[in-house]
Structure formats: C-alpha cells, structure tokens
C-alpha cells in the first residue's frame, strides 16, 4: 500500500487542485528522504506545477521555469502520503517535506511517511528518463492485452511474483495481485509460459476491471491510505479474497479461502483458483 489505484487517486487530486500554481517554498525536515537530487530544491522556488502524473506506483510532478523543467518524483512505499493540510495525517511528526503553493485554492502539500519505504527524487529530465528505464516496465493499466499475453508467455516463475515485479509490470502490489487472480480463478502458483491463451486473456480482463473498479471507488484504505484531501477510499469493501483466510469462497463453492504463507501472504481459493 499504496498501489496502483490508490496512487492514481492521489494523481487525480493533485490534477485537480494544484496543477498551475507556483511553489513558493519547498521544505525538507528530514535529510534522508531525498533519495537524489537535493542540490535541485533552491530551483524549485517559484516554477509553477505544470503537470501531475502516475508512472507505476509513483507520483511525479513536472515543474517549469524559465522555460526548463525538472521533476519531483515520490515513491509512496508502503506508508508514503500527499496531504493538503498536515492535521490530516494522523502523526504529523512524520511529515518529511512540505511545499507551500500559491495560485490555486490547496497552497499546501504535505508529504507523510512514516516507515519511509518511500523516498522522494528530485530530476533534471535526464534523470528521469533513466529513472523510468531502470525501474519500471509496462504498466498494468495501459498494456495491450497481446503485450501482456506475451510477457505472460515468456515468464517461468510464478504468476503472483510477476504480478508483484516492477521490472516486468509496474503498479501492482499484494493486495490487487490477490483479488486479480482470485477472479480469474488462477491459482497464485502457477507458472506464467503454462497458462492457456485463453486463461491469460482472462486474466488480462480481469486486471482491467479490478484496477478500474478500484479507481472509481477511491482506492482501499485497509491501513494508512488517504486521498490528499483525508477522505479514505471504498475499494476494500469489495475485497473478495485479501485478507478473507478461514471464510467461505465467495464464487459459491464449498471450500474457504486458504492462507499461502511466503514473502508476502497469497489468500485463494485452492478448488476455484487452477494452475492453468
């Protein structure tokens, strides 16, 4: 957390409410959170906020000035938050930056994180490029399904581990890779270049649905998520697998959702969720 959903929400508010202001200042209160890039934050002062946009699960915001743009990229981690005003985050001690805006009606923007899997990066656009070919691969949401059919077909490993791999398709995390799955009736173990075509269009479909679904309802906020403004998302009362161990399958068979424990739990169906 958060995902592909919920960091595609935090983009949609940012869009809406402080695309076209001018940062006034921006504000480090913990040095380690700039992962790179920290020389660049005096040029930052008084660019104006061009652009907000998702690459993966990370924010990145393009800013202008004298007709040059930088970026400043956050990683959302596990814990990692945009707020307009710092009494939303409910331990404001782990506000790590703040960047005070004018122009628009937000003039604040508060970045939480307080287990700090997250970081934030600052780029010229060299920077960034190399960034994004070094970190992500296609993402989840806008892949052709013959991209993803073939990138399927080529995967050796199992299918939730390439679900949760970046390098090879990036937004996804735990909670979604479990209901993704979960209702394509494939199982968490199966090997990606064993999948039927038509399983792996299924599962394609599927993908679409689930992280659309989860947009529309504001993202899960099963821990910390917030949308930018405090409100918490919907998505998690439509969770149909994660988090479900010991309850009855919801596809109306008999068996209950069983627990893998690995790395990172997988939650499935073991009659409804098939290797091929």
């Not at 869009?15 to 005096?42: A, E, F, M, N, Y």
């Not at 700090?116 to 989840?140: C, H, N, Q, T, V």
């Not at 990036?170 to 173990?189: S, T």
């Not at 906020?221 to 988090?243: C, K």
Request: hydrophobic share 35%; glycine share 8%; proline share 5%.
């Amino acid at each position: 957390m958060p995902e592909l959903p919920e960091v595609e929400v935090v983009v949609q508010h940012l869009k809406k409410h402080v695309v076209g202001s001018t940062i006034q200042t921006v504000t480090v209160h913990r040095s380690d959170i700039i992962r790179t890039g920290r020389d660049l934050i005096p040029w930052f002062h008084g660019a104006t906020l061009t652009h907000v946009q998702r690459m993966g699960k990370c924010v990145v915001m393009t800013c202008q000035r004298l007709q040059e743009s930088r970026y400043l990229l956050s990683e959302l981690g596990m814990t990692g938050l945009w707020f307009y005003k710092a009494h939303f985050a409910t331990s404001p001690q782990h506000i790590h930056c703040q960047i005070r805006l004018s122009g628009t009606k937000k003039n604040e923007l508060h970045y939480w994180n307080p287990r700090r899997f997250g970081r934030l990066w600052l780029f010229e656009p060299p920077g960034l490029e190399a960034f994004i070919k070094r970190r992500f691969g296609p993402d989840a949401l806008t892949i052709t399904k013959e991209a993803f059919c073939q990138l399927i077909q080529t995967t050796h490993g199992q299918l939730k581990a390439f679900l949760l791999n970046q390098h090879r398709l990036a937004g996804i995390g735990n909670i979604y890779a479990n209901e993704i799955l979960y209702r394509a009736n494939i199982h968490p173990d199966a090997k990606g270049h064993q999948l039927r075509r038509t399983s792996c269009q299924r599962l394609y479909q599927t993908m679409q649905e689930v992280l659309r679904e989860a947009i529309t309802a504001g993202g899960s906020s099963i821990r910390d998520f917030r949308t930018p403004n405090g409100t918490q998302g919907h998505f998690q009362d439509s969770h149909q697998v994660y988090q479900k161990d010991g309850t009855p399958c919801q596809h109306g068979c008999p068996t209950v959702i069983k627990r893998l424990q690995k790395e990172r739990s997988s939650f499935f169906c073991p009659a409804c969720q098939k290797k091929r």
